[in-house]
């Protein structure tokens, strides 16, 4: 059972308006690598993990997901707000506008809707494990490149923020990790599935 | 005393009446009998919601008690794996 706090996990508070910096942030809404992607897949590999230190950091890590789409969400609504046409079409954001608006609709920077193709669900603890570390990496590469191309505090202060929680994040399922390989047979862990076969 | 799945289905009850109430009132703020019917519904859902932390341990964050149970976050059953 989930319920919504009225706040942002870290403020967001952009003074100005920038839609070419929200063309391609929208990344981590949407995106391969971003937040609703992040916390779909946590929250959909939870059931099939075998034990209580698993269910509780992907329930957990998964809902913090949540939290991070609503700031991502945040960032992207203030930098569209209030954007004049000039703007738009400096910025090439005609694409989206047409589309969207000034509505947050979960897409890539190149254009293309969320897609749960983007993770994976595989019913294998190691399987769906070693997977989520390459998550939190590769939303740390994504983070790192918007990093390379933002120049605004207001922007940099949050995103800074999201970069280090991947990190973080990258380093408890590492533990989650290595806590189900000790349960099973340090020769070879691969004898069995252990989300289906304990 | 209460048993675990009966103050459980109590929070679902009273929860329940919140979310429906929540959900009347963001169309009809000044419903006086809703808000009222809200007021009464949340007083109960956080007593026996206190009760069941109490007793059978944490439905969130705020609910853990390190002191007297460690990180009793991880006990099962988890909520998808059905009801003892």
């Known amino acids: 059972m989930w319920t919504y706090e009225k706040r942002l996990e870290y ?61 991502v969400s945040a960032i992207i609504h203030q930098l569209t707000k209030g954007m004049t046409m000039e703007q738009i079409k400096a910025a090439g954001f005609e694409t989206y506008f047409v589309d969207h608006t000034a509505g947050v609709y979960p897409q890539a920077a190149a254009g293309f809707p969320f897609d749960a193709l983007s993770f994976a669900v595989k ?14 990496q590769k939303a740390r590469t994504t983070y790192d490149n918007i990093l390379r191309m933002v120049d605004d505090p207001d922007v940099i202060d949050p995103i800074r923020y999201l970069r280090e929680r991947e990190v973080v994040h990258f380093q408890r399922f590492g533990e989650t990790l290595r806590n189900v390989q000790d349960n099973l047979n340090s020769t070879n862990f691969y004898a069995i599935n252990p989300s289906f076969d304990l | 005393m209460t048993s675990k799945n009966d103050l459980l289905r109590q929070i679902q009850q ?22 009222a019917m809200y007021a ?12 069941y932390e109490d007793r059978y341990g944490p439905l969130s964050y705020d609910g853990i008690d390190t002191a007297g149970n460690g990180w009793s976050w991880l006990d099962g059953p988890w909520p998808w794996e059905g009801e003892e």
């Open chain 1, 11 to 71: 403020p967001v508070n952009i003074k100005n308006p920038n839609p070419a910096m929200a063309k391609f942030i929208i990344s981590q809404v949407g995106g391969p690598d971003g937040e609703l992607a992040a916390s779909q897949r946590y929250l959909s590999q939870r059931y099939s993990m075998p034990y209580n230190e698993a269910k509780a950091t992907l329930t957990d890590v998964g809902t913090e997901e949540l939290a991070h789409l609503e700031m």
């Open chain 1, 123 to 136: 019913g294998d603890a190691i399987t769906d494990l070693v997977e989520d570390m390459a998550a939190e």
């Open chain 2, 40 to 51: 009464r519904v949340r007083m109960e859902y956080l007593r026996v919601r206190k009760e």
């Open chain 2, 14 to 35: 009273f929860n329940f009446a919140m979310i429906e109430l929540a959900l009347y009132l963001d169309n009809q703020p000044d419903c006086q009998n809703a808000l």
